[in-house]
Structures are given as C-alpha cells and as structure tokens.
C-alpha cells in the first residue's frame, strides 16, 4: 500500500483576534507558504493497533497506546477512529512534521491536527469532507487553546480567506484584488491561551471598558472587508495601524512587537499590527508589491527572526 500522505497550511490573522472571542467578526487568511504534513505508511509486519506516532518537531516516537488522552497529536488520531467507530487502527506509521513556527500566532496546532485527520481518513479509505475537517480540530483545538473561537480550523480546513463570526457557518471573504503582506516574526514564543485568559481576566474586571474595544475591534473589521472587496489598500493600511493600537489597549502586544510595528512604518509599509494571540510571535504588515522585499529586509535586521512575503488572493 503506498504512503498516504496529507498537508495544511499555515495562518495569518489580518483583523480582529481576541475581539472575535467575544463574538465580533475577524479575517484570517491562509499562509501556503508554511506548511504541516502527515505521512501514513502502512506496516502490515505489526499486529493491528501498534500505530506509531513520530514527531520530529517535538521530539515525539512512540506508540500510539503509550499517549495520554490529551496529547493533542494523540487525540487528533483518536478522533479521527471515533468517528470511524474503529477499535483499532491497521499497524502504521503516522510521520508528522511542520514548517509553521510554534505558539507564534499562525496555527500551527490547527494545521497540524488538519493533517492528521486528512491523512488518517483518507488512509482508513474515507476521506472526511471540510467541514467534519473543521468540527474535529475544534475539539483539539480545546486542548491548545482552552477557549478557541473556532477560526483557526476553519480558515485552515476551508483553506480560503475567511471572514469569521463565532458559531455561525463561515463566510469565504474574495479579494478581488491580490495584495501582498510580509509576516515578521518576533522569534518569542507565547501561548494564545496565556494572552486570551488574561484578556478574559482584564474583562471580568472591567467589562464596559473591554467590551467598547472589541465593539470598536469588529467595526474595523467591517471596514477591513469593504476596503479588501474595494481594492481601498491605503485605508486598509490605517485599518491595521488602528486594530493595532486596539490590541496594544488589549495589553496583548510587547515591546518587540511594537518595534516591527514601527520598523515596517518607516520602511514604507501602507499599515503594520500583530497577528494572533500576541505576546510574542507574529506581525504583519500591508506592502506594495515594489516594498516587499525592502520592509522584509528593514524587518530581519532589526530582529526579526524569520520573515515571509506573501500574496493574498481569492484562490491563495
Ligand atoms: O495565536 P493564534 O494565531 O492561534 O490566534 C489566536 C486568535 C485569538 O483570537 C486570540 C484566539 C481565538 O481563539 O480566536
């Protein structure tokens, strides 16, 4: 039997995260320039059940039997055997690697469980549609997240840009226009569950206060999808110029954060802001196709660990 393999791309956040936890809208886009991938092989020599897991990333090679329950590799594999009510899975190796920068706020946990459960349902010969896809990783992404707000999985599995609102069925945003963002990152990693309980900490203790910000949060979002359909990219610039200032009132983005904010303004960038959980990680910024490689370049030398350029279209 030949190796079934599977991948998923990474993530960007162009507007509105945190605020969208608490029901307000918020764009995401898929990065394909990083990528999580799952390769299945079978190994018929083992008895049925003795499913490998390795993974390089984190250091994991081990059987499947030997994980925890909320391993969220583990629990990825087991949902996708639920659903399936198997007992056992044939003997097999599920190889599972990524290029996507970990707790970086671009979805790795989410790619990685998507490829999983592309690989494994494919492999176990039912391939499962998009939207079981993104209904499973939700209940992974639980076990990353504490409380996710569910746009992670669904920009990844649907793997078009989004314009998300918790619990409702999700809306494909279309760019008429391509445009192009570079992604800078600060090289720190911080856990969105660290930034989202302490924004819900800072909220019980001041609800109007928060409540006003992610009020304000979502009529920028809504400003973002009328400028992104409208080709308006010098008002979508100011647009993440504002949303940022909204997150740094949020208390969710750092020092370095802000420096490549800034760095990225004075290399020419249209607009720049933070993307995902905060605290470290990723920002992003708006460029023209002619800055790209000047505001990358501004980016890496004044810290930025890693950058990508990328075009953002209908189709990606
Ligand atoms: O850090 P990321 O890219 O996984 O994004 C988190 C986005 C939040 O809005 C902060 C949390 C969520 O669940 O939407």
């Known amino acids: 039997m030949p190796a079934i393999s599977a991948t998923a791309p990474g993530k960007i956040i162009l507007f509105g ?10 764009i995401a886009v898929p990065i ?25 990333n984190v250091g994991l090679d081990t059987y499947l039997d030997e994980l925890p329950q909320d391993e969220p590799l583990a629990a990825a594999i087991r949902s996708v055997s639920h659903t399936l009510k198997l007992s056992t899975i044939p003997a097999c ?3 599972i690697t990524s290029k996507i920068p970990i707790a970086a706020g671009m979805g790795s946990g989410a790619a990685v ?14 391939p499962f549609s ?28 649907f793997n078009k840009p989004v314009y998300y609102i918790r619990n409702q069925p999700i809306q494909t945003l279309e760019v008429p226009q391509p445009f192009t963002v570079v992604i800078g990152d600060t ?3 911080s856990p969105t569950s660290t930034t989202v309980s302490n924004v819900r900490n800072a909220w019980r203790d001041n609800p109007t206060f928060y409540e006003s910000i992610f009020g304000q949060i979502g009529r920028i979002v809504q ?18 110029d504002k949303n940022h200032k909204q997150l740094q009132m949020l208390g ?10 800034n760095v990225a303004k004075s290399a020419g960038a249209l607009g720049a802001k933070l993307s995902g959980g905060g605290g470290g990680g990723n920002m992003i910024t708006l460029v023209t196709s002619e800055s790209a490689e000047q505001v990358a370049d501004a980016l890496q030398s004044e810290g930025a660990v890693n950058t990508i350029i990328s075009v953002i279209s209908s189709t990606i």
């Open 223 to 240: 400003d973002a999808q009328r400028a992104i359909t409208g080709g308006e990219f010098k008002k979508l610039g100011l647009l993440l």
């Open 187 to 189: 090289g720190i990693q």
């Open 93 to 95: 190796d599920i190889r």
């Open 113 to 126: 469980t998507i490829s999983i459960i592309r690989a494994l349902s494919a492999f176990l010969g039912v």
């Open 32 to 56: 394909s320039k990083v990528k999580a991938r799952t390769i299945i092989t079978a190994n018929p020599k083992r008895k049925p059940g003795a499913v490998k897991v390795i993974a390089p």
């Open 252 to 261: 969710v983005s750092s020092s370095e954060l802000d420096h490549l904010v």
């Open 130 to 157: 998009d939207e079981q896809v993104s209904k499973l990783t939700y209940e992974i992404e639980k076990i990353h997240h504490g409380t996710p707000s569910g746009i992670d999985n669904s920009v990844i599995a």
């Open 17 to 26: 995260e945190h605020a969208v936890v608490y029901n307000q809208p918020a």
